[in-house]
């Protein structure tokens, strides 16, 4: 298992992005939403790899996780827990993360120009998702 201290402070990023996240959507900052939430997606799928002992060193922590599925490493109920977070680890991965960083330099589309409200709201309930999950499985494994 990973450190306590490393996983606690791996949730307490993924809640402070939360409510940025929660803020940027209520202030209609769509890409500012879309970009926190991706955080906190990011951050609450390390910190259940990290339950694992598998370093934090990744920024595609559904690939490990899937995984640690996959080699039935963990019981069934965690397993389902984990089903649940893959999509979302899945969808929200490094391509979108660097749209809302850079833009579609391709299509010269700024980050602005490319979220909207809708796509703030996936991206929001998908971080509020992953937040619940991995909350739930790290009661189960402590």
Not at 15 to 29: D, H, I, M, Q, W
Not at 87 to 113: F, N, V
Request: aromatic share 8%; glycine share 4%.
């Amino acid at each position: 298992m990973g450190s306590q201290k490393d996983i606690d402070y791996r949730l307490e990023l993924a809640r402070g992005f939360l409510n940025e996240a929660e803020y940027e959507f209520s202030v209609k900052r769509w890409r500012a939403c879309v970009s926190a939430s991706i955080l906190v997606v990011e951050n609450a799928g390390l910190a259940v790899l990290m339950l694992f002992g598998v370093s934090a060193q990744t920024h595609k922590p559904g690939k490990h996780l899937q995984q640690l599925v996959s080699e039935g490493t963990v019981s069934d109920e965690i397993a389902a827990l984990v089903r649940e977070l893959l999509p979302e680890l899945e969808k929200h991965d490094s391509h979108e993360k660097m749209l809302a960083k850079y833009g579609d330099e391709s299509e010269y589309r700024l980050p602005w120009d490319i979220f909207s409200e809708n796509e703030a709201l996936i991206a929001l309930e998908a971080a509020r998702n992953c937040m619940r999950i991995s909350s739930q499985i790290v009661d189960l494994l402590q």
